[in-house]
């Protein structure tokens, strides 16, 4: 199922394509470019939070050059993996042709976080920190977490 040139090509898909699913991306590619193609979208993309931006630059990614983008503009890639990371995600997940598998792992939203700006950063920080803990598994956790919806 892999591309020619033997890497899974995967779609992170949030609702919103502004935090959790860009900091996927930004991950995958900054860890694992050598055995995946990383992609992400959103059901309804609203554009990238720029705390996401600031807290993957914090971590030495920057993903200053990403945009938020709908799923719908993505039609033609032959994904191996889509990997819902919101429960709104997984129950608006459009049907992908082929063998694309479907996968869960939902992460709290820093998008919707409050207090002061340093507690809503030590939010997406930690949403930042479990999300790199989830890619650090790939690509061997997508085959064994593998669902059909």
Avoid at 27 to 55: C, F, Q
Wanted: charged share 30%.
């Amino acid at each position: 199922m892999c591309d020619t040139k033997g890497k899974i090509k995967v779609l992170f898909l949030c609702t919103g394509n502004s935090c959790r699913s860009q900091i996927a991306e930004g991950w995958a590619r900054h860890l694992k470019s050598d055995v995946m193609e990383a992609y992400s979208a959103g059901i309804r993309p609203i554009g990238v939070n720029p705390k996401t931006i600031k807290v993957m630059a914090e971590a030495g990614v920057d993903i200053s050059d990403h945009t938020s983008k709908g799923v719908d503009e993505l039609v033609g890639i032959n994904f191996d993996y889509v990997v819902t990371v919101c429960d709104n995600a997984r129950e608006q997940c459009p049907i992908f042709p082929g063998r694309t598998r479907h996968v869960h792992k939902s992460f709290d939203d820093p998008y919707f976080a409050t207090g002061s700006e340093e507690e809503i950063m030590a939010v997406f920080r930690r949403v930042r920190d479990d999300i790199r803990a989830f890619i650090e598994t790939l690509p061997d956790i997508l085959e064994s977490k593998k669902k059909g919806y």
